[in-house]
């Protein structure tokens, strides 16, 4: 790809530049650290891998982590799996994240929003209140430190309280949204063994009321390990029989008990999409999580007390344990619980007005689907106080880069960010003090030495490349659940290059020090040797009006062959006609590359999807390839497993 010098779609002003957090903690690591004084964010970046343990030392001293037990040294052991952080050290994650309740006990902790678009307030004061009292029960429970504590639950305070009470006696806490079916949430659940649930009777959602109780009930037959359901009636029903009230467990305003644990000690259980075989059940740490948030909301993301964070999510995805991770900065965080369109596409655009958020997050699929919708935000909407909008979930294409420009504010600090459940944390995104490229994401984080590599394990610059960190980063997984020899988590990330983390994605690091994704790797498109992420067709193909979304696949055929058909989910009202045909070519091949025009393009009734919304390419390759749903996917991880059944008879026709 071409990184010619375009100009910036956005620049930082040198009183931005000089107020963000990075900026300082710049100038008091060069004073305390040795950290460089001048060269701006590149130097900062490049002294913090080259110096891991001194950065990762800076930036516990700069955030005031307290370990209650002191450690012995930064990293005992820096090999990979398996990189030993703060050995010695004791601390509580929960204790920092309600730190700001001793100053600011009165002001909002959490303001919560459901689908009215009227926002409640939790005070700091409330929230500890309430995760003492909390944390007072489920140690009257019996829970203790390692045991598992789960959450059926939507985006609501109670969940937050429940995770930070679960850390506070240091239980590890593990949640799935209640829109996934009993049987996936049980392909989660089994596999740890959680002592208590908490689950709502219902939830509610594009203007409809959703009934539980069915599957809560199914999920308490099947968890034969539960002590105890906490019952959270969401939607007013009582308790079932044997279930515990969540009023009577948390209204006793205790001073909470903070559990002081190793930095090494399980936090929470996060689970990949799991297309084949169970999900991954990825276990990481108190301290890991801690000091790696900390260091992306704090330095990246640049929020602090005066900020309002909200990042549209459900407690099924990791970005809702990285948006409750704003409490550790005492910024207020946005929860809201309800359909991201309801009662129309402009409902996210809405809350960020009404809650003053700062920093909005949001999928790049909500925003395309803005611009289709011609939603248009600025006009409608007061959104004065949002500095940045983040983005997340897949790319950001080009074209979402410059609708956030026009429609929401030409000055708008625009944060595409890309990571993983697997660290639960960003490798490359946001940097306050950095301009911002179309299509580009602004630098890669501090303290992760990410590289672009080709197959021997050369880094490339400015081609495409294999996604890999080179160094260990604290959130990095202790573990998996399960995985006693630890061969599965190497066969995930450390198999390709030994010792090396590599993450499935194809990125380009631009000569500029920026970030392109392309997509996942597995799913890359390979054709004569030019390699193209989905991402990019996508991009492309879904400027058609006509198209409301799209799948492509790469299938090698056992003769050497390369078959690459393009599945179209059309709007409604279009045809797959002649013309039709021929403009998608058309874009294909004139924005991109004519070696890759699909060789069909065919309709479908829909694209599939995980259940955290990516687009399902890898199971349907090998649907395409000849393999059984049974061994191509897991049911449960799939947001319509009617919509596989297309691709499986497709196979079967063409022998």
């Not at 259980?269 to 991954?280: A, R």
């Not at 006009?379 to 979402?400: E, I, N």
């Not at 790797?521 to 067709?537: C, E, H, K, P």
Request: charge should be negative; include cysteine.
């Amino acid at each position: 790809m071409s990184t010619t010098n375009p100009s910036p779609l956005w620049q930082p002003t040198a009183d931005g530049i000089a107020r963000a957090q990075v900026t300082k903690f710049q100038a008091w690591a060069a004073e305390r650290h040795g950290a460089p004084a001048d060269g701006g964010y590149a130097a900062l970046h490049r002294w913090s891998v080259d110096e891991l343990d001194t950065f990762w030392k800076a930036v516990t001293e700069w955030f005031d982590v307290r370990f209650s037990t002191p450690y012995a040294r930064v990293l005992g052991d820096r090999a990979m799996p398996g990189a030993e952080w703060f050995p010695g050290g004791t601390l509580n994650y929960a204790e920092h994240a309600l730190r700001a309740a001793d100053t600011r006990a009165d002001e909002p902790a959490l303001l919560y929003v459901d689908e009215t678009h009227e926002s409640v307030p939790v005070t700091w004061s409330e929230l500890r209140g309430q995760v003492g009292s909390l944390a007072a029960a489920l140690r009257a429970l019996g829970v203790r430190p390692g045991d598992r504590v789960s959450g059926y639950l939507p985006n609501i305070p109670q969940a937050v309280v429940a995770l930070l009470a679960t850390a506070a006696v240091g239980g590890v806490w593990t949640s799935c949204a209640p829109d996934f079916g009993a049987r996936s949430v049980l392909d989660r659940f089994q596999q740890v063994e959680p002592v208590v649930l908490f689950a709502v009777d219902g939830y509610r959602y594009g203007g409809k009321e959703h009934d539980r109780r069915d599957t809560v009930a199914e999920l308490r037959r099947e968890l034969p390990t539960l002590n105890a359901v906490v019952h959270i009636p969401l939607l007013g029903t009582e308790a079932p029989e044997g279930a515990l009230d969540w009023s009577a467990l948390t209204s006793a305003d205790t001073e909470p008990v903070f559990e002081q644990v190793p930095f090494d000690h399980p936090l929470w259980v996060l689970y990949s999409s799991g297309t084949t075989g169970l999900p991954k059940a990825i276990v990481q740490s108190q301290g890991g999580i801690l000091v790696e948030h900390l260091k992306q909301l704090g330095l990246h993301c640049d929020l602090g007390p005066e900020d309002r964070f909200f990042w549209y999510t459900s407690t099924g995805w990791m970005m809702w344990n990285f948006l409750v991770s704003g409490l550790l900065t005492g910024t207020t965080i946005v929860l809201y619980d309800g359909s991201p369109g309801y009662p129309d596409t402009g409902a996210q655009w809405r809350i960020a007005e009404r809650t003053g958020a700062t920093l909005f997050g949001t999928s790049a699929a909500y925003v395309m689907a803005c611009g289709k919708a011609e939603v248009h935000p600025a006009r409608d909407f007061d959104l004065s106080r949002v500095r940045c909008v983040a983005t997340t979930g897949s790319p950001l294409p080009p074209d979402g880069f410059r609708w956030l420009h026009d429609e929401v504010r030409e000055d708008l600090w625009i944060a595409s960010v890309s990571g993983g459940t697997d660290v639960c944390s960003c490798f490359a995104g946001a940097v306050p003090t950095l301009p911002v490229y179309i299509g580009e994401l602004q630098a890669a984080g501090l303290g992760t030495d990410l590289q672009s590599w080709d197959p021997s394990g050369k880094p490339l610059v400015d081609e495409v490349g294999e996604l890999v960190v080179t160094n260990p980063m604290p959130s990095m997984p202790v573990r998996f659940w399960n995985d006693p020899d630890g061969s599965r988590y190497h066969d995930s990330y450390f198999d390709t290059y030994p010792g090396v983390w590599r993450h499935g994605d194809w990125i380009t690091v631009t000569s500029r020090g920026s970030v392109v994704i392309h997509g996942r790797s597995d799913s890359t498109l390979n054709r004569q040797g030019v390699r193209m992420g989905s991402a990019d067709i996508y991009e492309a193909v879904e400027r058609l009006p006509e198209i409301k979304e799209s799948l492509v696949i790469g299938v090698e055929q056992p003769d050497g062959g390369y078959w690459m058909p393009l599945f179209v989910h059309l709007a409604p009202g279009a045809v797959l006609d002649e013309d039709l045909l021929k403009r998608i070519k058309g874009t294909i091949r004139e924005q991109l590359s004519p070696r890759h025009v699909p060789d069909e393009v065919i309709e479908v009734p829909g694209v599939p999807h995980t259940l955290t919304g990516k687009r399902i390419e890898v199971p349907v390759k090998r649907l395409l390839q000849g393999a059984s749903m049974e061994k191509a996917v897991n049911a449960g991880s799939v947001d319509n497993v009617e919509l596989l059944r297309f691709y499986e008879k497709l196979a079967r026709e063409r022998g």
